[in-house]
């Protein structure tokens, strides 16, 4: 494949469920039976980002083709009576062995890959993934048109932010469907590429609030961003806080939050089923114009999203997240 066009129509093509099917393979060897995308991952790869591919080893580039993603549920938390219904997935690398990002980093630097190859191998994983759910969808005749899909987008996509452009104009129901979480690392430097991006190409941008973002860079990032996400860290700490007795605390703090970040959207992650904080959100809650959802890394799916998803402790019992679960066929 030899440029950008022929590479469009390429994924143009792949838009047919066979076609997808024919490409992606149920498992890495070893890991859990989550669609891998190795043919189309190397492909895309080696056109966007051709230098740095033709620079990898082959062990290398074995790696990166088998790396695909994991879910995390969102789900609709407060005000009541909203129902508890998924509203979407965070969607997070893992490698061939099911190891997370942190791993994906660590082996990556043991075989010389340059982050941002990491980085990319897991954005194009990403959309492929959504893409392929939404095609099991409209095969079952299920609707999915609200369904929301974020993920983590750091220095490294934003120091090369042509790659990053084409890249997204290859998926164009990413405008739809995608959420952008904006990390907090993300420095002065890159709020105009931010801004930039943003305007050119109509994304969507959630705010990663882990209270380690430089506070200019998230005060001028409040108005680009349409959901807050709270980090399972600070989530952690609040629920701390509120076993000491702040509840009332919390609630004020997060209602003066949403007034002046005016966002409709606060996502708690880390929240579990028998949380306290999601207990006392969910009956505490009154402001009508946020909506607060929570993401957990172990929540079963609801329906009709049992059908696609599936936990991952089903096959590895220190495995944290859902797998997609669309090509298996269960007995």
Not at 145 to 171: A, I, W
């Amino acid at each position: 494949m030899q440029n950008i066009e022929e590479l469009k129509q390429y994924l143009a093509e792949l838009t047919d469920e066979s076609a997808l099917i024919a490409k992606t393979v149920v498992a890495a060897p070893g890991c859990i039976p989550t669609p891998c995308f190795p043919e189309v991952i190397a492909e895309i790869l080696g056109v966007l980002a051709e230098r740095e591919w033709e620079e990898l080893t082959d062990r290398a580039r074995n790696y990166l083709k088998w790396i695909t993603v994991k879910a995390e549920s969102i789900d609709a938390l407060a005000p009541r009576p909203v129902k508890t219904t998924t509203r979407g997935f965070e969607l997070l690398a893992i490698d061939r062995d099911g190891n997370s990002f942190g791993d994906i980093v660590e082996h990556s630097q043991e075989l010389a890959i340059p982050s941002v190859m990491v980085r990319f191998a897991s954005l194009i994983a990403t959309f492929l993934t959504v893409r392929l759910l939404r095609l099991n969808m409209e095969r079952d005749q299920e609707i999915m048109p609200s369904l929301t899909f974020t993920q983590n987008v750091d220095t490294f996509y934003l120091n090369y932010p042509r790659t990053l452009k084409t890249l997204l104009e290859l998926f164009p129901e990413y405008q739809q469907m995608f959420y952008f979480e904006i990390n907090e690392d993300v420095t002065e430097d890159y709020l105009t590429t931010i801004r930039l991006l943003a305007e050119d190409l109509g994304i969507r941008l959630a705010l990663d609030d882990t209270n380690k973002m430089d506070v200019n860079v998230h005060h001028q990032l409040l108005d680009l961003a349409d959901w807050i996400k709270i980090d399972f860290q600070a989530t952690a700490y609040l629920e701390e806080q509120l076993l000491a007795g702040d509840g009332e605390n919390i609630i004020q703090h997060f209602e003066e939050y949403a007034l002046g970040a005016r966002s409709p959207v606060i996502v708690f992650e880390g929240l579990t089923e028998t949380s306290p904080l999601k207990d006392y959100l969910e009956q505490h809650w009154k402001l009508i114009n946020t909506v607060l959802y929570f993401q957990s890394r172990e929540r079963s799916p609801v329906p009709p999203w049992n059908k696609y998803f599936g936990l991952m402790q089903d096959y590895h019992a220190d495995k944290y997240g859902l797998f997609f679960k669309g090509l298996i066929n269960e007995q």
